[in-house]
T-cell receptor
Framework: AQSVTQLDSQVPVFEEAPVELRCNYSSSVSVYLFWYVQYPNQGLQLLLKYLSGSTLVKGINGFEAEFNKSQTSFHLRKPSVHISDTAEYFCAVTQGGATNKLIFGTGTLLAVQP | GAVVSQHPSRVICKSGTSVKIECRSLDFQATTMFWYRQFPKQSLMLMATSNEGSKATYEQGVEKDKFLINHASLTLSTLTVTSAHPEDSSFYIC??????????FGPGTRLTVT
């Protein structure tokens, strides 16, 4: 069975500082990986995804993530955060296939302080 | 592109009544749609997977008679919460899968049962 672990429930950071949100997954087969962002009382917006190819994936809003198969990780990074980046971030994994179920991590609240 | 809408965005109903939530893919055809439930400050919990023209597949522990799902067309899926009770109050989010493994999420529906 697949699972996703986001060890940090909350990450406080000052504006313009770099940030890394950690995500580790477990799966016995190849997977596809995603990061989503959720603002209060809203649905999820896709930040970036890894399906295949280059392990460094660039997404929207200046975010990027690196797929590391040996470490089974897909950490999300941004070199300089803004107040507007304050939100909940979810890492998700799917095996693909007909049903394409997404397995979500528990989320990390990124709290950007001035 | 790839916009998913939900209606209503908020609904308040009395205990014992039924509530219908609509999920529409506005600019693409979705053979598969998913329904999630999210409690405050928690991750998304998959309730069911809905394929157009066939019965929904429910996750373990989700009552199929209480949460009725209909996927009548390639752009519309509905979730009906029957005989709602206060414990059904939650944030319900749908997603739709396009041609790739990516899921596009709706903005969510806040259900409050009084």
């Amino acid at each position: 069975a697949q699972s996703v672990t986001q060890l940090d429930s909350q990450v406080p950071v000052f504006e313009e500082a770099p940030v890394e949100l950690r995500c580790n997954y477990s799966s016995s087969v190849s997977v596809y990986l995603f990061w989503y962002v959720q603002y209060p009382n809203q649905g999820l917006q896709l930040l970036l995804k890894y399906l295949s190819g280059s392990t460094l994936v660039k997404g929207i809003n200046g975010f990027e993530a690196e797929f590391n198969k040996s470490q089974t990780s897909f950490h999300l990074r941004k070199p300089s955060v803004h107040i507007s980046d304050t939100a909940e971030y979810f890492c998700a994994v799917t095996q693909g296939g007909a049903t394409n179920k997404l397995i979500f991590g528990t989320g990390t609240l990124l709290a950007v302080q001035p | 592109g790839a916009v998913v809408s939900q209606h209503p965005s908020r609904v308040i109903c009395k205990s014992g009544t039924s509530v219908k939530i609509e999920c529409r893919s506005l600019d693409f055809q979705a053979t598969t749609m998913f329904w999630y439930r999210q409690f405050p400050k928690q991750s998304l919990m998959l309730m069911a997977t809905s394929n157009e023209g066939s019965k929904a597949t429910y996750e373990q522990g989700v009552e199929k008679d209480k949460f009725l799902i209909n996927h009548a067309s390639l752009t519309l899926s509905t979730l009906t919460v029957t005989s709602a009770h206060p414990e059904d109050s939650s944030f319900y989010i749908c997603s739709a899968r396009g041609r790739s493994y990516e899921q596009y999420f709706g903005p969510g529906t806040r259900l409050t049962v009084t």
